[in-house]
């Protein structure tokens, strides 16, 4: 993934929960963040954040800096701040992830530096189908913390921040049983990788797959070939996801009337803008804001 453009950071409480902004800890299921961000999500990283994706069930593709990963749950993989990464869920793939600030993860670790195997903690990927106590372990504890998340009992602050730790302990003891990665052909990466930069800058354009075909310097045929062996999934698609993450976004997260938003997102009829956004998120845009707005 090394490349000569800055690599983008997500700061997931400022995009995507802005409830949690200056949270120390933010999680959700799997599942919410994949309907909003879509099943692929493009080479980024997390400054001042570990990140970590428990994958309970369906599979995963997964790109830690130049490693990949193909693996299926029980899983999870764990990023540091500084490792670039990105990763494609199948439909059915269901979860927790869990964004962490940094001082908590390097407080256990000074705490008790056997957690580490070195110096420093890399990135892992570890398959859990050889650890059932700990896959128990586990989701009791995750399903602890979402219980905690949406409550607003006593002492909740005290309750998530040692929920947290102890699902840190528990993963950082695993990490050992890291998976060996899968050779990747780095030309198909950097195709891929350059696809999705095009699609950041211009999909509010509507550029026709032709023309990003073109910026990356390949064939329509070759690009999606290659869309399909990195993230199972056509080139068109990749475009339309993020196309759909954006009007998420204003939905959630402006007074804008979906026809503004339309107009917004590059659409010239808000009749085709609420045919396209159904036909994906199998609801109106007017459906979704009121059903997000009662899970927030």
Same mark, same amino acid.
């Given at each position: 993934?090394?490349?000569?453009k800055?690599?983008?950071?997500i700061?997931?409480g400022?995009?995507?929960?802005?409830?949690?902004?200056?949270?120390?800890?933010?999680?959700?299921?799997?599942g919410?963040?994949?309907?909003?961000?879509?099943?692929?999500?493009p080479?980024h990283?997390?400054?001042?954040?570990?990140? =970590?994706?428990?994958?309970k069930s369906?599979s995963?593709?997964?790109?830690?800096?130049?490693?990949?990963?193909l693996?299926?749950?029980p899983?999870?993989? #764990?990023?540091?701040?500084?490792?670039?990464?990105?990763?494609?869920?199948?439909?059915d793939?269901?979860?927790? =992830?869990?964004?962490?600030? +940094?001082?908590?993860v390097?407080?256990?670790?000074?705490a008790d530096?056997?957690?580490?195997?070195?110096?420093?903690?890399p990135?892992? *990927?570890?398959?859990?189908? +050889?650890?059932?106590?700990?896959v128990?372990?586990?989701?009791?504890?995750?399903?602890?913390?979402s219980?905690e998340?949406?409550?607003?009992?006593?002492?909740?602050?005290?309750?998530?921040?040692? %929920?947290?730790?102890?699902?840190?302990?528990?993963?950082?003891? %695993? *990490?050992?049983n890291?998976?060996?990665?899968?050779p990747?052909? +780095?030309?198909?990466?950097? #195709?891929?990788?350059?696809?999705?930069?095009?699609i950041?800058?211009?999909?509010?354009?509507?550029?026709?797959?032709?023309?990003?075909?073109e910026?990356?310097? =390949?064939?329509e045929?070759?690009l999606n070939?290659?869309?399909?062996? #990195?993230?199972?999934?056509p080139s068109k698609? %990749?475009?339309l996801?993020?196309?759909? +993450?954006?009007?998420?976004r204003l939905?959630?997260?402006?007074?804008?009337?979906?026809?503004? #938003?339309?107009?917004?997102?590059?659409?010239?009829?808000?009749?085709?803008?609420?045919?396209?956004?159904?036909?994906?998120?199998?609801?109106?845009?007017?459906?979704?804001?009121?059903?997000?707005s009662?899970?927030?």
């Amino acid at each position: 993934m090394n490349d000569r453009k800055p690599i983008p950071n997500i700061n997931i409480g400022q995009v995507y929960d802005q409830r949690y902004s200056d949270a120390e800890v933010h999680y959700d299921k799997l599942g919410n963040l994949a309907d909003f961000f879509g099943r692929n999500m493009p080479v980024h990283r997390h400054d001042r954040f570990f990140q =970590v994706h428990y994958v309970k069930s369906g599979s995963v593709r997964v790109y830690l800096d130049d490693q990949q990963y193909l693996e299926s749950g029980p899983m999870f993989f #764990i990023t540091p701040p500084t490792v670039a990464h990105s990763f494609v869920t199948e439909a059915d793939a269901d979860g927790h =992830v869990l964004t962490v600030r +940094q001082q908590l993860v390097w407080g256990l670790i000074d705490a008790d530096p056997a957690l580490v195997s070195g110096s420093q903690l890399p990135a892992a *990927c570890v398959a859990l189908a +050889q650890f059932p106590i700990e896959v128990r372990r586990l989701e009791f504890l995750f399903e602890e913390l979402s219980n905690e998340i949406n409550t607003a009992g006593a002492g909740r602050s005290s309750a998530l921040d040692n %929920l947290t730790r102890l699902i840190m302990i528990n993963l950082l003891r %695993l *990490c050992a049983n890291s998976l060996q990665a899968r050779p990747a052909r +780095q030309e198909d990466l950097r #195709i891929f990788h350059r696809f999705n930069e095009l699609i950041e800058h211009h999909y509010l354009q509507h550029w026709p797959l032709s023309r990003y075909a073109e910026g990356v310097g =390949v064939t329509e045929a070759r690009l999606n070939d290659v869309c399909r062996r #990195i993230a199972d999934l056509p080139s068109k698609r %990749l475009v339309l996801e993020r196309v759909m +993450q954006e009007a998420k976004r204003l939905l959630l997260f402006t007074g804008s009337s979906a026809s503004e #938003i339309c107009y917004q997102l590059g659409f010239k009829d808000p009749a085709y803008f609420s045919r396209f956004f159904q036909r994906y998120a199998h609801m109106t845009p007017g459906e979704y804001r009121l059903q997000q707005s009662g899970l927030r």
